[in-house]
Each structure stands twice: as structure tokens, then as C-alpha cells.
């Protein structure tokens, strides 16, 4: 490109700039084949994003016959909810369900409440010894004694077989834990002083002034808490062998995989007598998946724009 | 920043006189909001840590930990063991090949989709976007497990495909060959797009002056992104490039716990797995288990120090 025509696209460009006000730098340049094919990627990748998921909604709505007479099923020519139904009267996987909501609701309360105290206690670099208490806080991050002693303390403590496994011993995620921390770095020290010396306590400081003006970063520190409680199924498959106190993913891990340990259960004689299907094994796997699902998709869309908002807070700073 | 230190300066110079011991009692309330943390961390990272001492002893439960006798060698029996162990030796090297193909293939993934969404114009598509590809993170690897198995199934839409094209059913889920490909790419479809997150916030916080002055010196958006993104970037990527590197002995169990099957125990059993299996399915000693997991522990740590070392050779800044 000659330097006259460079010139035209520099003038351009700041007519462009000066009409539009400035926002992000990049997206003030004309419309070209770049941004076209840019934008048909992103389509194209959104479609294989969602894609699988819609095919699962597809396969638990459908049933066998229909899913067998053809090769290639992607449309819904025949819903049927009795997969739903099945799932639904099945006890065994409501009992689950109601405890991957204990552990999800009580879980995420207990790990924000002691890692948001934690995360506290260390935004505080006048007090003595911060130092030591920030390392024994960093130091699980990146050094662990392995699976086996943990298995041997867990057991010792005594949290074996019982559904507080799943709460008390991963209680603090070292990571949300800093997010928070340097969240709580940025509210402003005058608040709290003036606080303090109109004799308010740290407790009250903590409850009344921290936490309300760092809202986005709890909000979104609640929302992972709450994902990793609601998918952990590694803490039930270690310690917890009794069915009746399995989370929903560990039921749905031996629903998925192993029909054996259900053919006891109203799911597996729905499962055994395939031959005769009144509902096909696939589509009961496939509405299991929704309805483990669904939690997370309705709380997903109201909370994801605080993510940015509350990981930029918390972590990229200088 | 400069107005909220100068004034806990002025706060703390009230404290300044203090004794220590002054001090300490002046801050009791901070500890107490430490404790229930401290109490939590103690019991269920530190004690394991110590009992991984197992890992040099003859475990027998009914001596317990402490009181189990040293093993010979002056207590490195166990891993003088692992080096004439076959699987460990296939588990080890697996675990390496596959950390690091997650290096060469997903890492650089995000990096790249935060480049691609920065280059949307409308702010509403772009948050579109990124909620969408977002949401797979939040999905447990047990359901992906399960959606995978829908797609690739025998009558599954995958297979169906290949058919109505006049191709043959293919297997992935059994197939060796290309099991570790396809860990890398079940994993790029899910953590790629919050992946994105952490550059795009970083991204976020790139003065638009820069932009403002390329552009009007004619720079293309390709040399935006080349010379004004990417350096601003770059340090972040350097950060996670640090962390990804000092996690190589783990390899992801999850995901490969919840997608392999004894068809790909070659290509695809890492050390994670082989622990598990080992320990809670055949039932084998629990000391020679946890010698593996210490040994795993150490590497990652020096990985962490070397990777950290690199990093900050490279690009100017580290993690510590």
C-alpha cells in the first residue's frame, strides 16, 4: 500500500474513532472480510458448543423405536417424556438430588464463610506474622502429601460413609481464597478505620463493610464454590459407599456406567427390560444429564457477568 | 492506590508505637478470622503432608502411620520398586506425554479465542459468545462423559453421520490410536472458553490510548493485536504457562478417570489413575501408593521452580 493511501486509511480510521468515542481500540476499524469470517468462526464454534447439549435433550425426549428406525436423528419427530418419568419416580436418584443440594447449599455457605474470613485476616499486611499465615495458605497449592494420607486422615477424622465428606475437608479452595484477597485489598482503608474508631468490632467491619462493597467477587466466588460442590463426585467415591448418601453425579456416574449396582432399583428394571422398552436406556442416561444439568444452567446466565468483573478485581493486578 | 495507602499509612502510624505484643492483641480479631481457615487447612493438607512419611514405611494398619517400621534401603524400598515397575513406568511416561501434548494443543487455545472474541465489535455479541463458550466449564466431567458417549455411540449422531456420508462407524472411545487426541480436544470444547476469561479481563485493562494512536499511524488490526494485545498480554500467559507446567504430573485425572476404559489403559492410564485403581479397586499396599504420590508431589514442585525460572527469563515476570 503507497503512503497516499495509508494516509486516507489514517484519516479514515480517526473519523471512524472521533465518531464513535472511544470503547476497545480494535473494534473501531471498518467492517472487512477479517471480520466477517471472524464472526462466521464464532457462530460455527458456538454451534459445536452447544450442539452436544441439545442432542442429549433430543435423545431424552425421544424413544427407542423412533431413535432405531433412523440413521440419522437430529430433528424431533416424536417427544416423549417418560424417561423424565421414570427418573422421576425413581428414589434412589431423588434421594441423590436432594443430596447434591445439601451438600451444595451448606458446602458453599461453610467454604465461603471460613475462606472469605481467611481471605480477610490476610488483606491485613500490618498485622504480625501475616507473612507466615500467607505462606501456609499458599503452600497446598502447589505441594500435596498425595491421595493416600489424605484418604488415611479423612478416615481418622472419623468423616467416612457420612455426607459432611463432601463439606467439611475441601472446605477452601486456595485460589478463590487469593481471588478474594486481593479483592478485599481494594476497599478503601479509611472506611474501615473510621469504622473502627467509632468502635465498631473487625466482626461487624468484616460483615457489614467488606463484604458488601466486594458483592461481585463474592457473588462470583459463590457461583464456583457452588459449580465445584454441586459436580464433586471424588470425595463421595472415596469415602461414602452407602447409595442412599451418594450426590446426584455419583449416582449418575453408576447410572452411566454401571447398571449392576441399580437393578435392585426401579431405574435398573426400567434398564433390564430394554428388550420390551417403553423407554430406551439412552434417553434415561440423557434425562438424568438434563436434570443434573438444569441447576446449574439456571443460575449460569444471571451470574456470568460478574465474572469478569469479579476475576479482574481479583486477579490481574500489578 | 496512592490515596488509599497514603491514608492506611496514616492509620497505621497510630500502630507504630506499639510493642508487639501490643500489636498482636490489638489485631486479635484478624487471627480469629484466620482460624477456622488455619484449623481447616492443618487438618486436611498439613497432617496429610507429614503422612506421606508413608511413603518410606511397611504400612500396617494396625500400627498406623507412625508407628509402621522404615523399609529397607534406609526406607527408599518403595521407590527403588516403582523402577522395575511396568505400569508405573507406562503410567509415568503417559502422564508426561499427555501434559505436555495439553501444553502444545490446549494451551494455547484460549489465548487465541480471547484474540478472536476481542475482535467483535458489539459488546453484546462478545458476551453472547463468551457465555456460550463459557458454559461447558461448569459441567462436571461425569456428564460430559455422558454426552460424549451420546454423541460417539454406536447409533449415536456422530456414527450416524459417517454413515448417511457412506463412511465406516468409527469407535474413539476404544480406539488407542487417537484416545489422547481425543482427551485434547473433549478438553478444549470445555475449558477453552473459560480459558478466555482471564485475557479478555486482561484485555479490559489495556489503556485505549495505545489503540487510539496505532490507529491513527494506519496500523492494520492484525498489527494491533500483534504488537499492542499480545505484549500487554503476555506476562499472563507466562503466569498460567507456570501453572500449567507445574501441574504436569496430574494430567488431568478427572477427565481421564471419567473418559478411558481398559481398551486404552496403554495410551491413556496416568499416574492419578493408576493410584486410584491400584489403591482402591485391586486393594495394593497403601505405602507403595503413597510413594508414587509423593514422588509425583516432588516433581511438580520442581517443575513449578524450573517453570517459574523460564518464565520469568522470558517474559520479565514470574509468580513469586
Known sequence: MGAPGRAAKAARNTARVRGKGFGSGPASHPTTVGTVLNGALMVLLALVTIFPFYYVVLIALSDYATVHKQILYIFPTKINFESFRAVFEERTFLNSFLNSVFVTVVGTAYSLLISSMAAYALSKDRVPGHRILFIIAIIPMFFSGGLIPYYLTVSAVGLSNSIWVMVIPAAITTFYLLLMKNSFDDVPKSLEESAKIDGATDFTVFFRIVLPTSMPVIATMALFYAVDKWNDYYLAMLFINDLNKYPLQMTLREILNNFTRFQGTGIGAVIQNQQTPIVYTRSLQMAVIVVATVPILCVYPFLQKHFTKGIMLGAVKE | ?320
Do not use: C
Not at chain 2, 60 to 68: A, E, N, Q, V, Y
Open chain 2, 1 to 320: 492506590m496512592s490515596e488509599t495507602a497514603l491514608k492506611s499509612k496514616k492509620a497505621d502510624r497510630g500502630t507504630r508505637w506499639r510493642s508487639l505484643r501490643e500489636r498482636i492483641w490489638y489485631n486479635r480479631g484478624i487471627y480469629l478470622f484466620f482460624l477456622p481457615a488455619l484449623a481447616a487447612y492443618l487438618v486436611f493438607t498439613y497432617v496429610p503432608m507429614y503422612g506421606a512419611i508413608l511413603a518410606f514405611k511397611d504400612f500396617s494398619f494396625k500400627l498406623g502411620i507412625l508407628r509402621s517400621p522404615w523399609t529397607s534401603m534406609n526406607g527408599f524400598q518403595h521407590f527403588y520398586d516403582l523402577l522395575s515397575d511396568a505400569s508405573f513406568k507406562k503410567a509415568f511416561f503417559n502422564t508426561v506425554i499427555i501434559s505436555f501434548g495439553r501444553i502444545l494443543f490446549e494451551f494455547p487455545v484460549p489465548i487465541l479465542l480471547a484474540l478472536l472474541l476481542n475482535e467483535i465489535r458489539k459488546n453484546r455479541y462478545k458476551r453472547f459468545f463468551q457465555t456460550v463458550f463459557t458454559f461447558p466449564h461448569f459441567v462436571s466431567w461425569i456428564i460430559i462423559s455422558g454426552i460424549v458417549f451420546n454423541l460417539f455411540s454406536d447409533s449415536g449422531v456422530v456414527n450416524g453421520i459417517l454413515v448417511t456420508l457412506g463412511g465406516q462407524k468409527i469407535n474413539v472411545l476404544t480406539q488407542p490410536s487417537t484416545f489422547r487426541a481425543f482427551l485434547y480436544s473433549t478438553s478444549i470444547w470445555k475449558e477453552a472458553g473459560w480459558g478466555t476469561i482471564i485475557y479478555l479481563a486482561t484485555i479490559t485493562g489495556i489503556n485505549p490510548s495505545l489503540y487510539e494512536a496505532a490507529i491513527v499511524d494506519g496500523a492494520s488490526r492484525f498489527q494491533l493485536a500483534r504488537y499492542i494485545t499480545w505484549p500487554s498480554i503476555l506476562s499472563v500467559v507466562g503466569v498460567m504457562l507456570i501453572l500449567q507446567i507445574s501441574s504436569v504430573m496430574n494430567a488431568g485425572f478427572d477427565q481421564v478417570f471419567n473418559l478411558y476404559n481398559a481398551a486404552v489403559y496403554d495410551k491413556a492410564d496416568i499416574i492419578d489413575t493408576l493410584i486410584y485403581r491400584r489403591t482402591f479397586v485391586k486393594g495394593m499396599d497403601f505405602a507403595s501408593s503413597t510413594a508414587i504420590g509423593l514422588f509425583k508431589s516432588v516433581i511438580n514442585f520442581a517443575m513449578l521452580l524450573v517453570g517459574n525460572f523460564v518464565v520469568k527469563k522470558a517474559t520479565g515476570k514470574g509468580i513469586y
